[in-house]
């Protein structure tokens, strides 16, 4: 799934008119929707397995929030290290990788975690 | 590890379930909007009327490879003041889409239905079937200002508010599964969309489009320079 990472933004540049001197890039949008749902398919399995490690292990409170940030920002450098450091090349903004759906996964997260933590713990 | 001890029927019978239902039932609504929503006829005016603005776009981005002759004769078609087409649509029928057009209003209702109904239903069955016990309890410390809102039937005043009920668990699975929609139904799926999205989505789009559209190509051809590039 995250190898079709490896189409890149056709960065054709395109002189609009003649006023303007500087090259514009063109996007082809088929590979930014297919980015961004790469972004957000990784980002959803990355909640679910924290969430149900935050459950087994445990962790209440603060902590399990905190294990969500760790996790967001190891996940950011996942994605970093599979776009070869260049995000600029894969994405227009610099930072989506720590923030692209940061609330949808932890309502997520919260979820796993509420139900391992329940069927580990309470029962 | 924790005070209180709850009834393994509880899990089998309430907490599964509960997740069990919530998904099942956000799939079975994807299905059914796949099923209800009416194919869109497009009339051939309005599909002649965005290509005629594609064409005239493109003519401002790429007129720089045509001859100067060839570029006049094409920003002539569009803007002359007798037979030029945008000059026409500027000055012909001046009734924008109506918003209360009955296709777009039935359009949009469906969908508000859809999605709340099924959530209104399962969380009053779900409230009135699994009430008067505690179903499971969250990680995290709350304050008590939470209690009346998370612990629905249960009258215990003394109980942490981390003890919930099964109405908010469901509320619980309602928010965490939409990720999980997408990841199992494939990006646009309609089980995801909330309902402020399809309000907001519609209304300012639509308003006075094709006039404005039309005056703001008008100018940009006006003011488009020339200049052989080849």
Known sequence: MVEKKSTSIASAAAATTDKEKTNQPVYSEAAVRNNFSILENSRTCQAAASGIASGALGLTGAYGFIFYFIFVLVQAILWEYKAGFKWNTFFVNRSLSITHSIVGGLFTYVLFWVFIYGIVYVY | ?230
């Not at chain 2, 603005?53 to 094409?74: T, V």
């Not at chain 2, 039937?153 to 003394?158: F, Y």
């Open chain 2, 1 to 230: 590890m924790t005070d209180l001890l709850l009834d393994p029927a509880i899990r089998t019978w309430v907490f599964i379930p509960i997740v069990v239902v919530t998904f099942f039932v956000g799939i079975v609504r994807h299905y059914v909007h796949l099923l209800l929503v009416s194919k869109k006829k497009n009339e051939l005016e309005k599909v002649q009327d965005t290509h005629y603005l594609a064409k005239a776009r493109l003519l401002r981005q790429n007129g720089h490879i045509l001859s100067s002759n060839d570029f006049a004769m094409r920003k002539q078609f569009f803007v002359d003041e007798k037979d030029g087409y945008l000059h026409s649509r500027i000055q012909g029928p001046s009734t924008g889409p109506n918003p209360l057009d009955p296709a777009m209003m039935t359009e949009m209702l469906k969908g508000n239905m859809l999605n709340m109904v099924p959530m209104l239903v399962i969380g009053g069955w779900i409230n009135w079937t699994f009430s008067g016990f505690v179903t499971t309890r969250v990680p995290f410390p709350l304050t008590l200002r939470f209690k009346p809102m998370l612990q629905r039937g249960v009258n215990l005043t003394s109980l942490n508010a981390a003890w919930v009920s099964s109405a908010s668990w469901y509320f619980l699975n309602v928010f965490g599964l939409r990720s999980i929609y997408a990841l199992v139904l494939g990006g646009e799926n309609s089980a995801a969309t909330t309902m402020d999205e399809q309000m907001m989505g519609v209304n300012p789009a639509v308003q006075q489009d094709p006039k404005q559209v039309f005056k703001a190509e008008w100018e940009a051809l006006q003011i488009s320079f020339h200049k052989f590039k080849l």
